[in-house]
């Protein structure tokens, strides 16, 4: 097992391995805050290589939006148990990040995790969402597309099953051109075989915010408004009541005071108008 842990934040990442089973009973009331606090930890399933939203630099150091919020929400739940605590990253993927939670392997998801129904019979979301991406439009410079309406008829390369393919083929006439990998996206686009390539603008952002080497120099995102746009969520596991008020009290309080905003524009993401709204919301409550 490979540990990392800095000083500086108190926050550990342990390397996990897939696993399987059955998953665990739904979480009393009370109970996963009175592990909290007895551990005086929180383990958090995220996943630690999506920069900038989460990422280990070369000292195991964690950063990133996503952790400067469990920052925020460690010292927050610290006060809601009465102890200091410590956060424990538990790496995970799209693929076992559901299980590790109801196996136990964690006491909450906090990653770029977007709500869905078929998600909703799983797991508990924290309401409310503290985040949410919509789609972007990701081209060769050069292309100029004033609104959606400028892509009607025209191909765009997506993944299978992505959320945007639907409304952009019903709404807008596109056709979407689909691969199973987002490598097969790419290539596609650098080939020309489609005028654009859609995937969430947060993605798009993350992707030109870290491209260190220039891999997409020839390229821009389009700066066209989202038609649409899906909530991220914490969650927690059913049943586990008193951890999922306090995080709701944590996450009200972002949109608030506007924390959600200020630490996307700190990490260069374009903050989307659902954390606008959500701040005008909660600001009159």
Same mark, same amino acid.
């Given at each position: 097992m490979m540990l990392n842990y800095s000083k500086s934040t108190g926050i550990v990442a342990i390397a996990a391995?897939?696993?399987?089973?059955?998953?665990?009973?739904?979480?009393?009331?009370?109970?996963?805050?009175?592990?909290?606090?007895?551990?005086?930890?929180?383990?958090?399933?995220?996943?630690?290589?999506n920069p900038p939203n989460v990422f280990l630099d070369s000292s195991g150091t964690a950063k990133g939006m996503q952790v400067d919020l469990m920052e925020d929400m460690k010292g927050q739940l610290g006060k809601v148990v009465g102890k200091d605590l410590a956060i424990e990253l538990v790496p995970t993927l799209p693929a076992n990040r559901v299980e590790f939670l109801d196996r136990g392997k964690c006491d909450m998801i906090f990653t770029s995790l977007t709500v869905t129904p078929e998600r909703q019979k799983l797991i508990q979301f924290v309401e409310p969402y503290y985040y949410a991406a919509g789609p972007g439009l990701q081209t060769k410079k050069g292309?100029?597309?004033?609104?959606?309406?400028?892509?009607?008829?025209?191909?765009?390369?997506?993944?299978?099953?992505?959320?945007?393919?639907?409304?952009?083929?019903?709404?807008?006439?596109?056709?979407?051109?689909?691969?199973?990998?987002? @490598?097969?996206?790419?290539?596609?686009?650098?080939?020309?075989?489609?005028? +654009?390539?859609?995937?969430? *603008?947060?993605? !798009? &952002?993350?992707?030109?915010?870290?491209?260190?080497?220039?891999?997409?120099?020839?390229?821009?995102? @389009?700066?066209?408004?989202?038609?649409?746009?899906?909530?991220?969520?914490? +969650?927690?596991?059913?049943? *586990?009541?008193? !951890? &999922?008020?306090?995080?709701?009290?944590?996450?009200?309080?972002?949109?608030?005071?506007?924390?959600?905003?200020d630490t996307a524009k700190k990490w260069g993401f374009t903050p989307p108008k659902f954390s606008y709204d959500m701040q005008d919301k909660y600001k009159k409550q």
């Open positions: 391995t897939l696993v399987s089973g059955l998953a665990a009973p739904s979480a009393h009331a009370g109970e996963v805050l009175d592990k909290i606090k007895d551990r005086a930890r929180v383990t958090v399933c995220t996943n630690v290589n292309v100029e597309l004033k609104s959606w309406d400028d892509v009607r008829g025209k191909p765009i390369c997506s993944n299978q099953g992505s959320s945007w393919n639907v409304p952009l083929e019903r709404d807008y006439g596109v056709t979407i051109v689909a691969f199973q990998t987002q @490598q097969e996206v790419d290539q596609s686009l650098r080939d020309g075989r489609c005028i +654009a390539l859609v995937s969430d *603008d947060s993605y !798009l &952002q993350a992707r030109f915010l870290t491209d260190k080497d220039g891999v997409w120099k020839d390229f821009e995102i @389009q700066k066209l408004p989202a038609f649409s746009e899906g909530p991220w969520g914490l +969650a927690v596991k059913f049943g *586990d009541a008193d !951890l &999922q008020k306090a995080l709701s009290d944590i996450t009200t309080e972002w949109h608030a005071s506007g924390k959600v905003i």
